[in-house]
């Protein structure tokens, strides 16, 4: 979109968290130069604001962007609340819109820990014997399929076709292997989704390094926002040959992209019941993994963590269950290295407070907590005070990333600010609401931990019509964003600059 010649003055803007009348900024070569009432424009162009209101830019934390635009092309099972009533989606869109011969139906979104019936190939089989059916969960940790699609997967002598963690990552790094062409244009739209609710940067954790891929997608034009993409352990040995260092810019791509965390995956997930936790699930005392999965141990863990450090790559590491939290911790102590602890779900009490003492993150998601509340009601009985336990850890004085891991949740970072608020969805009564945090809080979660703009500050910034510390739930979910600046240029605007642009 547009990006001014000698710069753009935004008059009447009312920042946001500081008080007093609206100010003008001036904007020059991506960064506001200026702040104050009555600056002249000089060779800059005029965008009256209208007191609209102005914060810093949106960040993710935490996003699979790949799997985020491939899931916005897939039948959605969201709604399902049993394995027949998915059974059914599957059988509708076979019906309506079979996919060609040959290629596979995929949903997404599925949650079957509450189900009353198990998922399992029969019903799948039932419905669609001819076509391989392949449903991936919304935690992404599970993927259900048909017959057929267990032989084409080589699972053919799987007994339920409930395939976890990382058979079930292998199947989707399968059936995400699309044409570039295709994959970036569906990204492309996602970039500009996310710029429509004031996103101006992501944290991208997809599972395949996609550096490159980044710097491709700028050149042909995706350049609605900032990317710090992110690297597992299979390809650590590359980005280290490659002498790329956290924070370092990707050539070629207007320092849009950034190499950004070390990922590692230390346990699983709360609804497929393998997040690894201090204390077995209901029912499965004396099961083999009755606690969850760990799937890496303490000293290869701090093996990773010392190489990706040392190499300058900043770690993050995926913990949800409090065992899985409380065995990260112990890494990152005994390395001495800084970094984020991704999801955070269930925390010991004795750990809150080490957040904060070891300089770690926590990147966490909101949206899950609503998502997954009457999940941890049943499967950690008893512990739900500390899960999702956001106002714990910014008492404790940890420093907090909000994001949606999406496709999990949706990319929408007022979203996750509203869940972050008020702890509801749905008309509900709040869940555990001593674990609410302030306003303030969230948006400075959401934006990359800038609190205001002023001159110096680079001009990422969003324009709201409403205040976002004074809003509720209601009108966080559906916020009106006016606009989106990256970098000086807008991504995107409903504003009239016809009327409001003078010469």
Not at 276 to 284: K, Q
Request: contains cysteine.
């Amino acid at each position: 979109m547009n990006s001014y010649v000698g710069g753009v003055l935004l008059r009447s803007a009312r920042l946001v968290g500081t008080p007093g009348e609206p100010v003008d900024l001036l904007v020059e070569d991506g960064i506001i130069t200026a702040a104050g009432q009555g600056l002249e424009p000089g060779a800059a162009r005029t965008v009256d604001l209208g007191g609209r209101w102005v914060s810093p830019g949106l960040w993710d934390s935490h996003v699979h962007m790949g799997q985020w635009a491939l899931m916005r092309q897939r039948l959605d099972l969201s709604s399902a609340t049993s394995a027949a009533g998915a059974a059914a989606l599957v059988a509708g869109r076979l019906r309506s819109t079979p996919p060609a011969a040959g290629q596979p139906l995929i949903g997404y979104g599925f949650q079957d820990g509450l189900w009353p019936d198990a998922p399992t190939q029969e019903p799948l089989d039932a419905v669609g014997a001819d076509v391989p059916v392949v449903l991936v969960s919304k935690d992404l940790h599970a993927a259900w399929l048909n017959t057929r699609a267990l032989a084409l997967h080589g699972h053919a002598d799987h007994p339920t076709g409930l395939l976890r963690e990382q058979a079930a990552f292998d199947v989707n790094a399968r059936i995400s292997s699309v044409p570039d062409e295709h994959l970036d244009g569906w990204v492309g739209e996602a970039v500009d989704a996310a710029a429509a609710r004031g996103v101006v940067g992501i944290v991208d954790l997809e599972m395949t390094l996609s550096l490159d891929r980044w710097a491709h997608r700028v050149a042909g034009g995706i350049r609605g926002m900032r990317v710090r993409a992110g690297v597992y352990p299979h390809d650590l040995d590359a980005v280290i040959a490659r002498g790329l260092r956290t924070g370092d810019v990707i050539g070629g791509t207007e320092g849009l992209v950034t190499m950004g965390p070390f990922k590692i995956i230390t346990d699983g997930s709360l609804n497929t019941r393998t997040a690894y936790c201090h204390a077995p699930y209901p029912g499965l005392d004396d099961a083999p993994e009755g606690r969850g999965i760990c799937t890496v141990d303490r000293g290869r863990l701090i093996d990773y963590l010392r190489r990706a450090s040392t190499a300058g790559l900043v770690p993050a590491v995926h913990a949800i269950g409090d065992a899985a939290n409380t065995l990260a911790l112990d890494a990152f102590e005994e390395v001495g290295c800084g970094g984020s602890i991704e999801h955070a779900q269930l925390v010991d009490e004795a750990d809150f407070g080490r957040f904060a003492r070891l300089g770690i993150t926590a990147s966490v998601q909101p949206e899950h907590a609503m998502d997954d509340r009457d999940v941890a009601d049943r499967y950690w009985p008893g512990r739900t005070h500390r899960a999702f336990a956001f106002g714990s850890l910014v008492e404790a004085g940890a420093e907090v990333r909000l994001g949606s891991d999406a496709p999990v949740a949706q990319l929408d970072p007022w979203v996750s600010m509203a869940a972050a608020v008020s702890r509801a969805r749905d008309g509900r009564s709040p869940w555990h609401p001593e674990q609410r945090v302030l306003a303030s809080v969230a948006l400075a979660a959401s934006t990359d931990g800038r609190t205001m703009l002023r001159p110096g500050s680079v001009a990422d910034l969003v324009v709201t019509e409403l205040d976002p510390l004074r809003a509720d739930d209601h009108q966080l979910r559906n916020f009106a964003v006016s606009a989106t600046m990256l970098g000086g240029r807008w991504t995107h605007s409903t504003l009239d600059e016809d009327a409001t642009v003078q010469g």
